[in-house]
T-cell receptor, first 112, second 115 residues
Framework: KQEVTQIPAALSVPEGENLVLNCSFT??????LQWFRQDPGKGLTSLLL?????REQTSGRLNASLDKSSGRSTLYIAASQPGDSATYLC???????????FGSGTQLTVLP | DGGITQSPKYLFRKEGQNVTLSCEQN?????MYWYRQDPGQGLRLIYY???????QKGDIAEGYSVSREKKESFPLTVTSAQKNPTAFYLC??????????????FGSGTQLSVL
């Protein structure tokens, strides 16, 4: 059974810092990995989707990488801003059951 | 604006009561999903539907029921058989149900609490 882990559960950084969020998964037989953003009491917004054949995807200040063989993905946020404060979740799709498995998220706080 | 609308935003359930959460989308997406989110945990799939009049159980379907009579609508009923219903419920959709290649679009959620 696929397990997705995000460490740390919470992270606090000063404004302007570059930061990396981590996501690891136990079964490398995945089709894709998505990173989501969730604001308090809101739904999820898809930030980046990386197909299993890709190594990275970029959108603005965000860059997500995928290393299938080691079961790891990172979300790099450049020049962080207070508006980046949210919970970031990763999810992998794959396995014989073709399931989407979510991590429990990293709560990011960017201090002004 | 295209999107997914969930209502109500907050819902309270009394003991033994069934409650229904609404999910409507105007994205013309074929597939719709219901997820449950508990504090500090990842999302878990309750039910999903890839076409009208057809739906499949997810990982935690017990105590829940759904219908898909229209492409735009996928209501979720939390029955009295669900003994621990307090959670944040999220509705989502994908264009063709091809989760291997498509991003998920989410509604803003319904917080269900037990009185």
């Amino acid at each position: 059974k696929q397990e997705v882990t995000q460490i740390p559960a919470a992270l606090s950084v000063p404004e302007g810092e570059n930061l990396v969020l981590n996501c690891s998964f136990t079964d490398s037989a995945i089709y894709n990995l998505q990173w989501f953003r969730q604001d308090p009491g809101k739904g999820l917004t898809s930030l980046l989707l990386i197909q299993s054949s890709q190594r990275e995807q970029t959108s603005g200040r965000l860059n997500a990488s995928l290393d299938k063989s080691s079961g790891r993905s990172t979300l790099y946020i450049a020049a962080s801003q207070p508006g980046d404060s949210a919970t970031y979740l990763c999810a992998v799709f794959g396995g014989s059951a073709r399931q989407l498995t979510f991590g429990s998220g990293t709560q990011l706080t960017v201090l002004p | 604006d295209g999107g997914i609308t969930q209502s109500p935003k907050y819902l309270f359930r009394k003991e033994g009561q069934n409650v229904t959460l609404s999910c409507e989308q105007n994205l013309n997406h074929d597939a719709m999903y219901w997820y449950r989110q508990d504090p500090g945990q990842g999302l878990r799939l309750i039910y999903y539907s890839q076409i009208v009049n057809d739906f499949q159980k997810g990982d935690i379907a017990e105590g829940y029921s759904v219908s898909r009579e229209k492409k735009e609508s996928f209501p979720l009923t939390v029955t009295s058989a669900q003994k621990n219903p307090t959670a944040f419920y999220l509705c989502a959709s994908t264009p063709r149900g091809d989760r291997a290649n498509e991003k998920l679009f989410f509604g803003s959620g319904t917080q269900l609490s037990v009185l």
